[in-house]
């Protein structure tokens, strides 16, 4: 099976689990749900924030508290995740020489390459596939928590701040600040890429679009937990993979090598004026 292909199949896998965990009953929950996932996972979760939301302000701080635990918990996944990741942006030059090399498309030279590529990772210590571990468990997650919130009704029949949890915020301030937040830590994890995707470019400005538009659709209590989820993203990108920070290093190991490169050049001269002589 080749590269593309299992990519294709692990993204398909991915989706199939959102639209499985999508299916779930929209019902209202409560402590009559049946189900594991209904009564044990859902339920539990809408409780804690209730309970939350009893010691810490309200509905709205019980949301905010609640998504930052959750982001937390997870946080050494996205650790793992966002490392796997650099490391396949670091070899991004060499498999794009690769690629160059072994351009035909016949059987005979595509398995050259796969062969070519699975040495470069090997040697590298990168499993090219291994990103998509934490993003399967995030998701259920995730998920629980937006159920959680949609299907409890007190969580969305309580107010905070200038919005009614149960409606959509009149002066659009919440689905603007989850868009802008989509944003920056969308161009942040695109500024630390080594070279430019095109796809990423585009992504960068057509999901913020994206969480705009659903966030118009959807009650405050869910924009809400957007905007935490989404802001914590923005200090996630900073700590693990923060731009400024790996230009600095891959310049400054531009820097050496090219004062590597400078040092052998003038040895090798050395070296053929010491043979004249």
């Given at each position: 099976?080749?590269?593309?292909?299992?990519?294709?199949?692990?993204?398909?896998?991915?989706?199939?689990?959102?639209?499985?965990?999508?299916?779930?009953?929209?019902?209202?929950?409560?402590?009559?749900?049946?189900?594991?996932?209904?009564?044990?996972?859902?339920?539990?979760?809408?409780?804690?924030?209730?309970?939350?939301?009893?010691?810490?302000?309200?509905?709205?701080?019980?949301?905010?508290?609640?998504?930052?635990?959750?982001?937390?918990?997870?946080?050494?996944?996205?650790?793992?995740?966002?490392?796997?990741?650099?490391?396949?942006?670091?070899?991004?030059?060499?498999?794009k020489e690769l690629q160059q090399k072994?351009?035909?498309?016949?059987?005979?030279?595509?398995?050259?390459?796969?062969?070519?590529?699975?040495?470069?990772?090997?040697?590298?210590?990168?499993?090219?596939?291994?990103?998509?571990?934490?993003?399967?468990?995030?998701?259920?997650?995730?998920?629980?928590?937006?159920?959680?919130?949609?299907?409890?009704?007190?969580?969305?029949?309580?107010?905070?701040?200038?919005?009614?949890?149960?409606?959509?915020?009149?002066?659009?301030?919440?689905?603007?600040?989850?868009?802008?937040?989509?944003?920056?830590?969308?161009?942040?994890?695109?500024?630390?890429?080594?070279?430019?995707?095109?796809?990423?470019?585009?992504?960068?400005?057509?999901?913020?679009?994206?969480?705009?538009?659903?966030?118009?659709?959807?009650?405050?209590?869910?924009?809400?937990?957007?905007?935490?989820?989404?802001?914590?993203?923005?200090?996630?990108?900073?700590?693990?993979?923060?731009?400024?920070?790996?230009?600095?290093?891959?310049?400054?190991?531009?820097?050496?090598?090219?004062?590597?490169?400078?040092?052998?050049?003038?040895?090798?001269?050395?070296?053929?004026?010491?043979?004249?002589?």
């Amino acid at each position: 099976m080749s590269k593309q292909l299992k990519k294709i199949t692990s993204l398909v896998s991915v989706f199939g689990l959102v639209m499985i965990l999508a299916a779930c009953s929209n019902q209202p929950i409560n402590s009559h749900s049946t189900g594991i996932w209904d009564h044990y996972i859902v339920y539990n979760c809408s409780q804690f924030i209730i309970w939350l939301s009893k010691h810490f302000g309200g509905y709205g701080m019980g949301i905010i508290i609640f998504t930052i635990l959750i982001r937390i918990i997870i946080l050494p996944l996205m650790y793992y995740q966002t490392k796997s990741m650099l490391k396949t942006q670091e070899l991004a030059p060499k498999l794009k020489e690769l690629q160059q090399k072994y351009s035909t498309r016949d059987r005979e030279t595509m398995q050259k390459l796969q062969m070519e590529q699975q040495r470069l990772y090997k040697e590298a210590g990168v499993n090219p596939f291994a990103s998509l571990l934490p993003l399967l468990v995030q998701l259920p997650v995730m998920w629980a928590l937006y159920q959680a919130i949609w299907r409890t009704n007190v969580l969305r029949s309580g107010s905070f701040l200038w919005v009614q949890l149960g409606s959509t915020d009149p002066y659009l301030i919440l689905p603007i600040l989850a868009a802008l937040f989509t944003f920056i830590s969308s161009w942040l994890a695109m500024a630390s890429m080594p070279e430019k995707n095109p796809m990423s470019t585009s992504m960068t400005y057509i999901m913020p679009i994206f969480i705009f538009i659903m966030a118009l659709q959807f009650t405050s209590a869910i924009t809400l937990y957007w905007v935490v989820s989404n802001a914590f993203q923005v200090g996630q990108v900073l700590l693990l993979q923060n731009p400024f920070k790996l230009r600095k290093e891959r310049e400054a190991k531009q820097r050496a090598e090219k004062a590597r490169q400078r040092k052998l050049a003038k040895a090798k001269r050395q070296a053929y004026r010491g043979k004249r002589k």
